[in-house]
């Protein structure tokens, strides 16, 4: 069995589901489950009906919006006595029988009770539009197959129960189709993180012992760099499990690690391909070569500061003096990026998600002495040569530089 798996901008309006539809017929419909993200950037929009419902402030609006976008590509698709109008509309009411009947204020139950409408809804259109063309598809509710506890907006799986009803109903020798991102309690509805869909995928090839996972992008594939960042880029032919996890430390967009270990137990490979040029290969994570072609990767992390603490007295920095450190960056949730220590100074170079740095400081200069520069970046190159760390100390002024065996890093201020 093949698992597919088509995000948000794959099925973002008419055209585009019918895109999928071509995708589909070229590399064939039997065997084949499809994970469905939610339409376009529906979850955004979904995440604004939990807050006005929460707020009891503009519920109708952020409604109108949800059901305007979901019916407009229902009409652009089908005939207007089509049974799809039908099948929207109760979920719809759905939804409001859930607004009616509802008693918790608990913000993750009502978040997870709302959002998943957006994969409901997308994947029941797209089945009914593959039927109405001759696609034949068995649509399953994901959400009487993956069972997770009841974290929620952060479910965790119980894998022993999803398997047993992963295999009890999906059809081997059909096209099965099944909403991305969410789950069950058993109860109520769970999901399991935002971007959650490509999880998904991981979740039924491992249980299926699938011969291979397919990402649908709108990108050809893996690149070596970030083209916003980058002027040259290369498309990676093949990554091994290792170094998509790796990379994804480092702060690339690749694939999420919690989607890749499932894949990596069981040695199923992952493919991530254009949905635009679906004839290419795009790039392949598996065991083997840890990266092909063997050129440099180059991650950037922006807004990077870079703090060098030593003791005020001159004494050497150790063990206390560091477990102290680390014990107030992670109260103040400054993401530590890189790592260096000399006798008598600490280096760190840290991210300020929580706009918390200036209270992490104002502590710190009462015990040590503390030098810090802001608005740095933070360049990671996988597989570094000379070459391309002469490219990146041609960016700017380079601060600090720590070298491993594969991975040069160098904060930068540009
Ligand atoms: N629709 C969900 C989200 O946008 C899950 C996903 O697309 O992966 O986060
Ligand atoms: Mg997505």
Redesign the pocket.
Known sequence: MRVFKF??ASVKDAKSIQNVADVLRNEGTNNVLVVI??MG????AFEKVVHAYIKDNGLEDALEYVLKFHTSIAYELFARDHSIHEKVTMLFGKLSAFFAQNKSKDYDFIYDQI?CF??LISTTIVSAYFSEIGIGNNWLDVRDLIRTNNTFRAAKVDWETTKKNINQSIKKDELNIVQ??ISSDGTNTTTL??????F?AGIFAYCLGAESVTIWKDVDGVLNADPRAFDDTTLLEQISYEEAIEMAFYGASVIHPKTIKPLQNLEIPLHVRSFVNYEKPGTTVSKGKSIYPEIPCFIVKKNQILVSISSLDFSFMVENNISHIFKRLAEYQLKVNLIQNSAISFSVCVEDNFNKFRHFLEEMQSLYKIDYTEGLSLFTIRHFNEESRKAILKRGVSLLTQINKETLQITIRE
């Open positions: 995000g948000g993200s939610a950037k529906m979850t955004n959002v957006g994969e991305g991102f993180g935002r971007e959650g869909s490509d998904t």
